[in-house]
T-cell receptor, first 115, second 115 residues
């Protein structure tokens, strides 16, 4: 039962332009969301998070938007740089105590930034 | 400041064998979570340890077990290995898991191949 879905397996974007990565979830009890970046042969690196009490969070070039009614979040990277080429995962956690620590991940989106 | 470390980096086993993977959390962290990542998929939550006890568990059989030591380091044990256990095993650490906005930081992973 895949409760977190990243429907675009890949995204190609030109250097300097905006990258928009999308993530949908089905569980209305999810209250905290994270984005990770993963290079080959490395573990995922934390990028940015957002809790359900907010609809936007910014950190430098990275902005995450949360639309609770649509059960959708997106990650914007502006401007895109060659070093951003990686696989990006969104992850979500439920609000109940039996969900704490139990993050569910999407399948990932491979981003390629071209010169 | 040392991040999350895992050992070994790679491991080859045969069906039916047992394997132990190790993880040292990021300095200051007290909680360790384990994930299994199959090729082309996102990480799947196995379990989480806090105060030397299993605090949360995902949908993995009892062949998967773990342990957390007083210094917060952790082991993942898998018995009676199956070909389908071949995957990247990721360890993530966090502080005071479940209290508000928990961010999990990942290690580089252990690549397990079962022949």
């Amino acid at each position: 039962d895949q409760q977190v879905k990243q429907n675009s397996p890949s995204l190609s974007v030109q250097e300097g332009r905006i990258s928009i990565l999308n993530c949908d979830y089905t569980n209305s009890m999810f209250d905290y969301f994270l984005w990770y970046k993963k290079y080959p042969a490395e573990g995922p690196t934390f990028l940015i998070s957002i809790s359900s009490i907010k609809d936007k969070n910014e950190d430098g070039r990275f902005t995450v938007f949360l639309n609770k009614s649509a059960k959708h979040l997106s990650l914007h990277i502006v401007p895109s740089q060659p070093g951003d080429s990686a696989v990006y995962f969104c992850a979500a956690r439920g609000v109940t105590t039996d969900s704490w620590g139990k993050f569910q991940f999407g399948a990932g989106t491979q981003v390629v930034v071209t010169p | 400041d040392a991040g999350v470390t895992q050992s070994p980096t790679h491991l080859i086993k045969t069906r039916g064998q047992q394997v132990t993977l190790r993880c040292s959390p990021k300095s200051g962290h007290d909680t360790v979570s384990w994930y299994q990542q199959a090729l082309g998929q996102g990480p799947q939550f196995i379990f989480q340890y806090y105060e030397e006890e299993e605090r949360q568990r995902g949908n993995f059989p009892d062949r998967f077990s773990g342990h957390q030591f007083p210094n917060y380091s952790s082991e993942l044990n898998v018995n009676a290995l199956l070909l389908g256990d071949s995957a990247l095993y990721l360890c993530a650490s966090s502080l005071l898991a479940g209290l508000g906005e928990e961010t999990q930081y990942f290690g580089p992973g252990t690549r397990l191949l079962v022949l």
